[in-house]
């Protein structure tokens, strides 16, 4: 026997065993997405738990690759193509150059490193393992369900305590209903992907109960934003999945929406919509969008720096009537958070991204229709929903966009991932 027998047996070992602790890990880490709440700080330095654990993930993904010979950067999903390394490269140095502009270094590099970095290696990630096993795309929706299923469960046990906000919303532990309401909409359009896929009895009831719970935890934070963009995502999910039934999809569509609109004509939240006296929660969004406005004005090339809106939005109370809500750490708009976090560099990128994101799901589309779809009407989520909201600036949601931007790559039929099943 050859001396080096036993040590290459064990490196052999570990590279099998380290790529499936990749993927479990991986897994876990759908499943546990909302831990981006639990924060470590120790003097300047701080992470959450999601971050910890997509690191060791890396980490461990990394080290397999190593064992494999294979650790080439260029391998990994956005440097495949040209297009997307070059609109990915804009999107970071729009952020970049807006932290050094307006010098916010500290809370600039942290928005980086949880809305950015992070984000995009841990799709590197999902995108190596899945083109090596194309099981984890079913068992990652699996656990985005169970996530959010059990979320949803622990949303009834806040409503029947009465722990809510003060206007009577369902938040949980979430640092607003919308927030709440973006995370649960997003795992509703991955369930009802699971629902059309399934084929026994026992799986369909399990989804079914999972779905029920996140539409009474959704309909629960009164996020009407939240509502309209998930009932257009649902929509375009059934356009693509039976494009003929077209007319009966935009019917539905507008009789869900307007049938919850009217069950909640006696809510106070709606009726807030409407005021007529200049305090309604419309008058606020247009205040706030004004402000936007007048700091892209000020700064239209680098903007105000990222996780820096709330500091700039107070600083520019002096040009406005006084302001009718002021916690305000967005701007309530998708598009214009692009433009004052990432600059004008980042808006472009981000813009280019979209485009280029459904071109490829036209080809996606072709190879897995109902994966495809659920990409499409997830991203049609963050853009309809982004009218209203800031649906990208946050931990969770960014992993959940690049991850969906990823999939979709991978589907349209990557040079190293086969699409065609």
């Given amino acids: 026997m050859n001396k080096n027998e036993p040590h290459n047996l064990t490196r052999m070992e570990w590279k099998n065993k380290s790529n499936r602790i990749?993927?479990?890990?991986?897994?876990?880490?759908?499943?546990?997405?909302?831990?981006?709440?639990?924060?470590?700080?120790?003097?300047?330095?701080?992470?959450?738990?999601?971050?910890?654990?997509?690191?060791?993930?890396?980490?461990i993904w990394v080290s397999s690759r190593l064992l494999r010979k294979d650790l080439r950067i260029r391998s990994w999903w956005f440097f495949e193509k040209k297009t997307y390394a070059f609109?990915?490269?804009v999107i970071l140095a729009g952020v970049i150059l807006s932290i050094l502009y307006n010098k916010n270094y500290y809370s600039g590099l942290g928005a980086l490193k949880g809305w950015f970095v992070v984000p995009l290696l841990f799709s590197a990630l999902y995108f190596d393992l899945i083109k090596r096993n194309r099981a984890i795309i079913k068992q990652s929706f699996r656990a985005l369900f169970l996530s959010g299923s059990v979320t949803a469960f622990v949303g009834l046990g806040y409503w029947f305590s009465n722990n809510l906000t003060y206007d009577g919303r369902l938040k949980m532990f979430y640092n607003s209903p919308n927030e709440l309401a973006m995370y649960l909409s997003v795992i509703l359009l991955v369930s009802m992907a699971l629902l059309l896929e399934a084929r026994k009895r026992s799986e369909k009831v399990i989804i079914i109960f999972g779905i029920a719970l996140l539409l009474v935890s959704l309909l629960l934070t009164f996020s009407f934003a939240a509502w309209a963009g998930a009932a257009v995502s649902l929509g375009v999910m059934a356009f693509l999945l039976a494009p003929r039934k077209l007319p009966v999809a935009v019917w539905i569509f507008a009789a869900t929406l307007t049938l919850l609109l009217l069950s909640q004509?006696?809510?106070?939240?709606?009726n807030n919509l409407f005021l007529k006296n200049g305090r309604s929660s419309l008058d606020s969004r247009i205040q706030i969008w004004k402000s936007s406005g007048a700091m892209i004005k000020n700064s239209p090339i680098f903007g105000i720096g990222p996780a820096n809106f709330q500091e700039r939005y107070l600083e520019y109370q002096k040009y406005f009537p006084p302001y009718l809500e002021w916690a305000v750490p967005q701007p309530h708009n998708l598009f214009l958070a692009f433009w004052l976090e990432a600059g004008v560099l980042g808006l472009v990128g981000f813009i280019g991204l979209i485009i280029k994101f459904f071109k490829d799901n036209k080809k996606a589309i072709v190879n897995n229709r109902l994966a495809a779809a659920l990409c499409a009407s997830t991203i049609v989520y963050y853009l309809a929903h982004g009218l209203l909201d800031t649906t990208y600036w946050r931990?969770?949601?960014?992993?959940?966009?690049?991850?969906?931007?990823?999939?979709?790559?991978?589907?349209?039929?990557?040079?190293?991932?086969?699409?065609?099943?």
């Fill in 87 to 89: 609109l990915i490269s």
């Fill in 22 to 59: 990749a993927e479990n890990l991986t897994l876990v880490i759908f499943f546990l997405i909302p831990t981006y709440l639990l924060k470590i700080k120790y003097g300047w330095f701080s992470v959450n738990m999601l971050e910890l654990l997509i690191i060791a993930a890396v980490l």
């Fill in 265 to 270: 004509t006696a809510n106070e939240k709606i």
């Fill in 395 to 421: 931990n969770d949601m960014a992993i959940l966009f690049w991850m969906f931007i990823a999939l979709n790559f991978y589907l349209s039929g990557s040079k190293t991932g086969s699409a065609g099943e």
